[in-house]
């Protein structure tokens, strides 16, 4: 018989309001590379609930090598739906770039995961240009998942499957 144990360290950056989050990171192997996730906004995970984006992408992660993953997004108001981004404040968003900022820093690989829709949208315009240019400057680490039927930039938390891939992220 075989026991085994491992501890997961989360931690999660929130407004005071807890309206807003700005950073979620789950570390399960510090010695190992660094993942970062960009998001378009935070919905239900938080340092203890995992949602499905967040599980599915850890369990990618880990089966492909990497130690830890830190959640970012376009916006950092906390809403199921994307239609809830109209309730967000601007002087707690301002902050949010910093943050990606940070998140970029240091990680091997980071995945754009905000969905095939996003960047057609006016509405994300401003802050899809905002990140972009945080990330071109790490291009050659930027990646997206592509679908097993050839779409890419997929949101993890819609139909993802093992047979989903990492591609090159289309700038």
């Known amino acids: 018989m075989i026991t085994k ?15 807003y989050r700005y950073s979620l990171t789950k570390m399960w192997n510090e010695e190992k590379p ?15 609930i995992m949602d499905k984006t967040v599980m599915n992408l850890m369990n990618h992660l880990i089966c492909k090598g990497y130690g830890q993953v830190e959640v970012v997004n376009l916006y950092a108001y906390r809403s199921k739906e994307q239609n809830g981004l109209i309730n967000r404040e601007d002087k707690f968003e301002m902050v949010n770039v910093e943050y990606v900022r940070q998140a970029i820093k240091g990680s091997k690989l980071i995945i754009v995961g905000w969905g095939r829709d996003a960047d057609g ?12 240019r945080e990330i071109f400057y790490f291009k050659d680490r930027v990646k997206c998942f592509r679908d097993n039927k050839g779409n890419v930039i997929c949101h993890l938390s819609i139909g993802y499957s093992d047979e989903w891939s990492l591609v090159d992220y289309p700038f």
């Open 34 to 48: 660094k993942a970062t996730f960009v998001g378009i906004n935070p919905s239900d995970a938080t340092e203890l």
């Open 5 to 19: 144990e491992h501890d997961l360290k989360t931690t999660a950056i929130y407004s005071d309001n807890q309206k």
């Open 121 to 132: 949208k006016a509405k994300y315009k401003d802050a899809l240009d905002t990140v972009k």
